[in-house]
């Protein structure tokens, strides 16, 4: 059992926190101490566990005023994603894009796949990721991006709405694909891609293949230019699966299978004919 630490360098310690405006590492510091005085911590794990400390409340706050001003719906986590329930994804893929290199990149990420297989979830975390390293996140679905782009546009703003909507590192648009958009709305998110296209990147999900997104916009030549400006610096990750919302539900998943898969397990009988 070694000395334990002196009432006046605990004292100095806590002082040096203090004025650094270190809150984290004052409030672990007395646990960390106590491992040090029971032999349990050395030097070099004391300084980690101290910086560590700090580290992680500099994160928390950062996805809260984050959580505030990007309008992020919920704080997912990759730790939270169980990759056991969606085999067609790949793991390392999808840890290597929470490296946010992809971001320093300015590259897009595209997740395609039918409801409830995890898409917000992965563009969220992502999300959540690139707040804690303190870079600017927004957050919107195509829905709400476009009717913030149309009010702007009425008031004359666009300019200043599309400038906006530059300065995210990452900009999440969720939900292609779910509501019909007008004409001008679609030209409109077309002037936002097309001025974030090398500068920043945007992670969008939808549950409409490629080939169908000519009907989500209302027109095939602008949803061909879209996809060639999103998709020239992406990654596409295309999930196959079923939707984790019904991964209880035995008996509503079942009902939720392509028609085919139904005729076959269950054909009616003469009486029902
Ligand atoms: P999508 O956007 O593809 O429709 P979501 O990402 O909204 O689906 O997923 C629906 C719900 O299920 C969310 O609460 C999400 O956190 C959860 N979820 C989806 N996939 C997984 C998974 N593989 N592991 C853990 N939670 C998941
Ligand atoms: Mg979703």
Known sequence: MRAATSTSVRDTLRSQLADLKMPGALEALDEILARV????????GAMDALLRAQITLRNNRRLQAAMRSSRLPAAKTLADFDFTFQPSIKREQIESLHTLVFVERKENLILLGPPGVGKTHLALSLAVAAAQSGRR????????LITSLEEAQLAGHLTH????????ALLVVDEIGYLPITRTGAMLFFQLIA?????????????KSFAEWGDVFGDEVMAAALIDRLVHHSHIVNIRGNSYRLKNRADLAQ????????????RPSRQEA
């Open 37 to 44: 005085d029971s032999g349990t911590l050395h030097a070099a």
């Open 161 to 168: 709405r599309l400038k906006t909507l530059m300065f995210p």
């Open 255 to 266: 009902l939720m299978q392509p028609e085919p898969d139904r005729t076959r397990t269950r």
């Open 195 to 207: 001025r974030r296209y090398e500068r920043a990147s945007t992670v969008l999900t939808s549950n």
């Open 137 to 144: 996140v927004y957050y919107g679905t195509l829905a709400d």
